[in-house]
């Protein structure tokens, strides 16, 4: 053989093997593995996790088998290195943790952590070292240090409120402030619970808590909050029907010593029972759900989109509201923020193209979770 031609093919041979490589991987890649992350969603009725693998389009594909976790799971969320994944299930009082594979699945890490009674919201603060748990029942939150390895150990008792009905938290961006909603739904006119709160608490640098000022009123119900990436507003979806009241969406400006003040125009009007809220990573925007609850869910159908003004203001963006099937809940919006994820009290995934002015497209059909009854916060964008 020419030696020129021993050098061609000592140089080309490698490239077309792994042409060739690709292309067989590409071939025998199963639908969905174009790998545009994962998604997780949690079921109320069945206490299980689905894992969705999301394609190059944007398409969930859900991919069995489903996770079994404690009883009632809600909210799940993940250690900021993304290794770890946490899940608060109302009905055994604990928060389940996880062990997130390098294929996205889900492993038992270590033993259930008890909260107090009934652990409604979940949040893990900026800076991965703790994590808090509103507790309805018992009108407190737990709150745990992260260790190195993921697992969870207490920070001393449950912190009372002050109020009844902790359910959801958020927290600035620079983990000083948590916020804490509170209070029970008003999804009929015979309703009389009392009126929802937020109530604020300053995290000292261990991540333990400490209250700071007086509960600031909200519309009963209050349940899921967002803070804009900036630090400068809070929101907060109030689980109250229309019939009952119009002041179901609050925003706030937060000083600089964590208080709150209402932005111009708050309260909102957002129909069938608001539930839960996503901003999006720019700030931009202000995604909720409105999932109707113990309301007939086949009517409660909408998610709800808002552009953020600079004063914090909220005004509807183009085509709003969007269809989202039946009762939906739990909310997610990508880290580059071109998707919405939506969870459905009909055990469904509803996803979304975020359009360039807001609008939301919606990406193929509703999908089935495999679940029964996905509730507050059971969605994640997963970290991989």
């Known amino acids: 053989m020419p030696a020129r031609l021993r050098s061609c093919l000592r140089t080309t041979y490698p490239g ?58 809600r909210g799940l969320v993940f250690a900021r290195d993304g290794r770890t994944a946490y899940v608060a299930t109302g009905l055994d009082d604990s928060v389940h943790q996880y062990r997130v594979g390098d294929d996205g699945r889900l ?11 009934f652990p409604f919201g979940i ?41 009844d009905s902790p359910r959801g938290l958020a927290m600035t961006p620079d983990g000083r402030f948590l916020y ?29 808590l400490h209250r700071t000022g007086g509960p600031v009123p909200v519309e009963r119900g209050g349940l899921g909050m967002s803070v804009t990436p900036d630090g400068r507003f809070l929101y907060v979806a109030c689980e109250v029907l229309t019939s009952v009241s119009e002041r179901q969406l609050f925003g706030f400006a937060i000083g600089r010593d964590g208080s709150l003040a209402p932005v111009p125009g708050s309260p ?10 996503a901003v999006t990573p720019d700030g931009r925007r202000l995604y909720l759900t409105s999932g109707g609850l113990n309301v007939n869910p086949e009517i409660a159908t909408k998610v709800w989109g808002f552009t953020i003004a600079a004063d914090g203001s909220l005004r509807p963006v183009p085509g709003a509201p969007f269809d989202a099937g039946h009762g939906p809940v ?42 029964t009854r996905s509730l507050f916060q059971s969605v994640a964008v997963g970290p991989r």
Do not use: C, K, W
């Open 268 to 277: 909102y009007r957002a129909p069938d029972v608001p539930i839960g809220t």
């Open 330 to 371: 739990g909310i997610a919006v990508t880290p580059d923020g071109r998707r919405v994820h939506v969870s459905t009290l009909r055990s469904q995934l509803v996803s979304f193209a975020v359009r360039a002015d807001g609008r939301l497209t919606p990406i193929g059909a509703p999908i089935p979770t495999g679940g």
């Open 16 to 73: 077309l093997v792994a042409l060739a490589v690709s292309m067989l991987l590409a071939a025998g890649a199963p639908a969905g593995a174009a790998s545009g992350g994962t998604l997780y969603v949690t079921s109320g009725d069945t206490d299980d996790i689905a894992l969705f693998r999301v394609d190059g389009a944007g398409r969930p594909v859900l991919d069995p088998p489903l996770v079994p976790t404690g009883r009632q799971p």
């Open 123 to 163: 949040v893990v603060a900026p800076s991965g070292r703790t994590l808090y748990t509103a507790n309805a029942d018992d009108g407190t939150l737990s709150v745990f240090a992260v260790g190195r390895d993921g697992r969870l150990r207490p920070l001393g008792a449950p912190v009372r409120t002050g109020r």
């Open 107 to 117: 492993a038992p890490l270590a033993a259930p952590v008890r909260t107090g009674g």
């Open 180 to 208: 804490v909603s509170h209070g029970r739904p008003a999804i009929t006119e015979e309703d009389t619970e009392p009126p929802g709160f937020v109530v604020v608490f300053a995290v000292r640098p261990d991540g333990t």
